[in-house]
Nanobody
Framework: QVQLVESGGGLAQPGGSLKLSCAAS????????LSWHRQPPGKERELVAS????????????IYGDSVKGRFTISRDNAKNTVYLQMNSLKPEDTAVYYC????????????WGQGTQVTVSS
């Protein structure tokens, strides 16, 4: 059974930090590209960051959304089947439900989403 379980969300003050985790099971985690997406209230879901499926000993392709560049960092630990999102210098506009995604295209692949974790940035 495939599972992606996010954790680490909550309330943070502007300028603060949070670290999200997404623990995966039920599929070949190391062969999947991973990404974080978010959906602010009343808006569409958007890409926050993604990381490729190369071994972690090799530099991976990493992409960030324009609004989070320089503030957020995505990383993966294939030994723990976990992807992380370190969020620094948080802003009220970062308030959203954050989802992790695992994607592998082609035969034998899959497209899996977590259930989401709420992040609220407010003073």
């Amino acid at each position: 059974q495939v599972q992606l379980v996010e954790s680490g969300g909550g309330l943070a003050q502007p300028g603060g930090s949070l670290k999200l985790s997404c623990a995966a099971s039920g599929f070949a985690f190391s062969t999947y590209a991973l990404s974080w997406h978010r959906q602010p209230p009343g808006k569409e879901r958007e890409l926050v960051a993604s990381i490729g499926s190369l071994p972690t000993s090799v530099p991976n392709m990493i992409i960030y959304g324009d609004s989070v560049k320089g503030r957020f960092t995505i990383s993966r630990d294939n030994a723990k089947n976990t992807v992380y999102l370190q969020m620094n210098s948080l802003k009220p506009e970062d308030t959203a439900v954050y989802y992790c995604r695992a994607l592998k295209r082609g035969s034998g692949g899959g497209d899996y989403w977590g259930q989401g974790t709420q992040v609220t940035v407010s003073s």
